[in-house]
């Protein structure tokens, strides 16, 4: 990035949503929030501040947000970074948010574009390859929407998302752990994960009955496996499907009898009689590869 693109990022930066100019917004599009879409807008300046100083952005990131709402934290990343492009699924807030951009952050607007989509559903986006992804994720979705971008964009190398504080311990858990499930590995395919932190409900308008929590994931290659990534997430969904059920019992489904589960199992040198809890990423890719054989 030129010297010249780099000075005004950190020139007149954004002014930033406070609980009076996000109640002033609401009111004047006279939106009610719902609880469908997982509607509950940030009205803290210092936790969209510390998602993005958290995120550990670089001025040259093209980043990618789900869900901006009212724009408390577009604002915050504009201030950051290259390029904010951000998916709205409700057609009132995302109409809304150009004109907020352009009041809080006359300078970096022309560095914003929002685009009105189900970001379930979104199989590309406008202008350069996103490459880090920072969201306060809408809750009755988030796994969903994590998943769908990280296979959609291998652009994307990083990401900050917020999240359910359940959802942020099980997306980050390790093995043998009482949380740890089919998001833990999924999620694992694709990314390192860890949790960044916790975020009190009290930062959010209307409060939300649940905690929230950070999670930051950094891309990595995944299993060198010689069958698809789908057929591994079946092994995975059958692993955990009933998570008291050893892996030969449990697997028996998608292997056809359980002598084929166990073939496949020893193919892979896991012991038939261990549980899905206990098993890597890794693990489940040589199991996949194992049926194969079996």
């Known amino acids: 990035m030129s010297g010249e693109a780099s000075e005004d990022l950190t020139s007149a930066g954004p002014r930033l949503l406070g609980p009076a100019e996000v109640r002033s917004l609401a009111a004047s599009l006279d939106l009610r929030p719902t609880k ?13 501040r510390r998602i993005t100083r958290t995120a ?16 408390s934290l577009t604002l915050a990343l504009l201030g950051s970074v290259s390029r904010v492009v951000a998916v709205e699924v409700d057609p009132l807030l995302c109409s809304a948010l150009p004109a907020t951009v352009a009041s809080y952050a006359p300078a970096q607007a022309e560095r914003f574009e929002v ?18 992804l920072v969201a306060n994720l809408p809750y009755n979705v988030s796994v969903p929407v994590l998943l769908h971008l990280l296979q959609l964009l291998p652009s994307l190398r990083r990401g900050l998302v917020m999240v359910q504080a359940e959802v942020a311990d099980r997306l980050a858990a390790e093995p043998g752990s009482r949380t740890y499930g089919v998001p833990s590995v999924k999620a694992a395919w694709y990314a390192s994960v860890r949790r960044a932190g916790s975020v009190s409900r009290n930062v959010f308008w209307p409060v939300p009955n649940v905690d929230s929590g950070l999670v930051a994931w950094q891309r990595r290659d995944p299993p060198v496996v010689g069958v698809s990534r789908e057929r591994v997430f079946e092994v995975v969904d059958a692993a955990f499907a009933q998570r008291r059920k050893t892996l030969r019992s449990a697997l028996r489904g998608i292997a056809g009898t359980s002598g084929h589960a166990e073939a496949a199992l020893s193919h892979a040198g896991i012991d038939p009689m261990r549980r899905g809890e206990s098993l890597r990423v890794e693990d489940f890719a040589a199991i996949a590869e194992g049926l194969g054989h079996a």
């Open 36 to 48: 469908q879409r997982g509607q509950n807008f940030v009205i803290d300046p210092n936790t969209v």
């Open 56 to 71: 550990a952005l670089s001025p040259d990131d093209v980043v990618l947000e789900v869900g901006p709402g009212l724009g």
């Open 115 to 132: 685009v009105h989509a189900d970001a379930l559903r979104i199989t590309s986006l406008p202008g350069p390859a996103p490459t880090a």
